[in-house]
Every structure is written in structure tokens, then in C-alpha cells.
């Protein structure tokens, strides 16, 4: 048996080590996630529910608040219409809530998902919108 001296690891060691979360597909950020923006007239809200079928996604706003809630869970049912061959438990379950920026006219609010992406679009009340302003010179 052959001793080895112990010394602590420092981080110099950690950084030659390849890190898998470092690349751009396996981050966090790249699989779940929520992003808010706003354009002139709306307020835009984008949240990742990959694997959720849009009847099972519900939104809600209230007051300043955006609720996203989207759940899947495979059935009894579908499982029957299948032949298995291979079998991971298949569920999907995000549960978002942001605020927005700013007053939003909840009631015209549109949704809708493509590619896993639900994009809400919130159409901004006219006091929040920008007012162009004109500047005159002093005295004309």
C-alpha cells in the first residue's frame, strides 16, 4: 500500500476538469425557463411547457400577476394503445408566476404554444404605452 500525501483540492484542479453543464445543451436555462419582455404595445411572456398538450396548460392573470401552470401525466389509457418495449415514467410539470412591468389589458390577452414554447401576449392599457413628446425651443 502506498501512502500519498493529502493536500485540500484547489480550484485549479476543478477548472482542467471538463464540465458538461458548461455546454450550451445541457444548461439549465436551455431546458426550463421563463422570459418576460415587453414591446411598444404588449408585454410578452414565454414559458418552456415541452411535453404538456395546450388543453392541459392553464393561465391566469391577476392583478399584476401571471400564473402558468401546465401538467401531463400518461394514462392508463395510452399506455394500453401501446406495445412497451421501454419505459420511463412520463410526466411533464412546470408552475410559473411572474409580475409584469407594467398595467396590462388582461381580458385581450392571447396564447398560444408552438415547439413547447407557450407565448402569452398581454396588450398593454394606454397609460403604459410611450408618448412621444415634442420639444420646442424656449421663447417660439
Known amino acids: 500500500m502506498t501512502l500519498v500525501k493529502w493536500s485540500p483540492i484547489t480550484p485549479q484542479l476543478f477548472s482542467q476538469w471538463p464540465s458538461f453543464f458548461e455546454d450550451e445543451d445541457w444548461s439549465m436555462d436551455s431546458h426550463q425557463g421563463l422570459s418576460v419582455y415587453e414591446t411598444d404595445n404588449n408585454v410578452i411572456v414565454e414559458a418552456n411547457v415541452a411535453g404538456v398538450p395546450e388543453d392541459n396548460i392553464d393561465v391566469s392573470v391577476e392583478g399584476g400577476t401571471v400564473t402558468i401552470k401546465a401538467e401531463y401525466q400518461e394514462t392508463d389509457e395510452t399506455k394500453k394503445r401501446k406495445k412497451v418495449v421501454y419505459k420511463q415514467a412520463r410526466e411533464s410539470k412546470y408552475i410559473y408566476t411572474t409580475s409584469v412591468p407594467c398595467p396590462i389589458k388582461a381580458e385581450q390577452a392571447q396564447a398560444e404554444v408552438e415547439n413547447g414554447v407557450l ?17 420646442k425651443a424656449k421663447g417660439k
Open 119 to 135: 407565448t402569452l401576449t398581454l396588450p398593454k392599457k394606454s397609460e403604459a404605452k410611450p408618448k412621444k413628446i415634442t420639444v
